[in-house]
């Protein structure tokens, strides 16, 4: 098993933000500009928390793996990608290849729209709760008697505002069009459902279902770009198609692994998170990995 990163160290380099799993850095580079390199670290969260240890291999398939979907999907929409490779790093970055190599990408700095564009075309998670309470998901009024896991009639798009801390809170179509502007949000609308799609048929072939899944976009040079992760384990739900009954919470290849794990516990959820035991570690780095080989069609 390999070495886990679950910090960045460069120094001389500026940090200007660290996430519940990325490290972010400022680089110029006097032909590109300004870019950010944005580091992949193996920290995995639950609850809000970030658990004390890392999962070996983790960060390398949420780089690899936006990589793969980047590539697919740039016919549909640009991204922010400028390189992933590290030889080609300004100078400044190449020392620290060991901390950087299959786990990084320096991209363009956006002016990043301020929320999370999400796509459902099942019913689960927060969107299965709106729908018991209400009948409908961020104000989207749907059929009467789905069940957990069902399929939407059509897939649908649930924004969410973006929170510092703790989750973030979906929102009604108008409410996101209040805070990006009604033009924006149906551009961000329409190229959400137009990923959704287009990532759901290819993940299909490879026997998985994509439940939902959230993105991100920003502007660089008046173009819309996609940013930060794409269609990972991490920011989506996918179900083995072979295992989908509806009625039921689905097997998963993400951290509900380690969910379920916490929940026997007795913790209160806040931090200090407990520790997690080896087979949970190697067991979710499995699921990781498996969710990478499928989806691309290779070994990491």
């Not at 697919?72 to 290849?97: E, K, Q, S």
């Not at 551009?187 to 137009?194: G, I, K, S, V």
Request: glycine share 8%; net charge negative.
């Amino acid at each position: 098993m390999s070495s886990v990163l679950t910090t960045t160290n460069l120094p001389g380099i500026e940090r200007v933000a660290s996430g519940k799993v990325r490290d972010v850095y400022a680089v110029h580079d006097d032909t590109l500009g300004d870019l950010l390199l944005i580091v992949a670290t193996d920290r995995i969260s639950a609850f809000d928390c970030i658990l004390p240890q890392g999962i070996p291999e983790k960060g390398r398939v949420l780089t690899q793996m936006s990589l793969f979907w980047f590539d697919l999907l740039r016919g549909i929409v640009p991204n922010h990608l400028v390189t992933a490779a590290v030889d080609a790093y300004p100078a400044p970055l190449r020392p620290f290849r060991e901390q950087l190599e299959g786990r990084s990408m320096l991209v363009r700095r956006c002016r990043m729209e301020p929320i999370e564009c999400v796509a459902r075309g099942y019913v689960s998670g927060s969107g299965w709760k709106d729908y018991q309470r209400t009948g409908a998901i961020c104000g989207i009024p749907l059929p009467a008697g789905l069940r957990e896991s069902e399929q939407l009639p059509e897939p649908i798009f649930t924004p969410a505002t973006k929170a510092e801390t703790g989750h973030d809170e979906n929102i009604p179509f108008d409410a996101a069009a209040k805070i990006v502007g009604r033009q924006t949000a149906e551009l961000l609308r329409d190229l959400t459902l137009r990923i959704y799609g287009a990532a759901s048929l290819h993940a299909e072939t490879r026997g998985i279902i994509l439940a939902d899944t959230k993105f991100e976009f920003g502007w660089h040079e008046g173009n819309i770009l996609l940013a930060d992760e794409v269609l990972t384990p991490d920011s989506s739900r996918f179900w083995p198609r072979d295992d989908y009954s509806p009625g039921r919470a689905q097997k998963s290849f993400d951290k509900q692994f380690v969910r379920d794990y916490l929940e026997t516990l007795d913790w209160n959820k806040q931090p200090p998170a407990p520790a997690l035991p080896g087979d949970v570690i190697a067991k979710t780095r499995d699921k990781y990995l498996d969710a990478y080989k499928r989806l691309t069609g290779k070994a990491l």
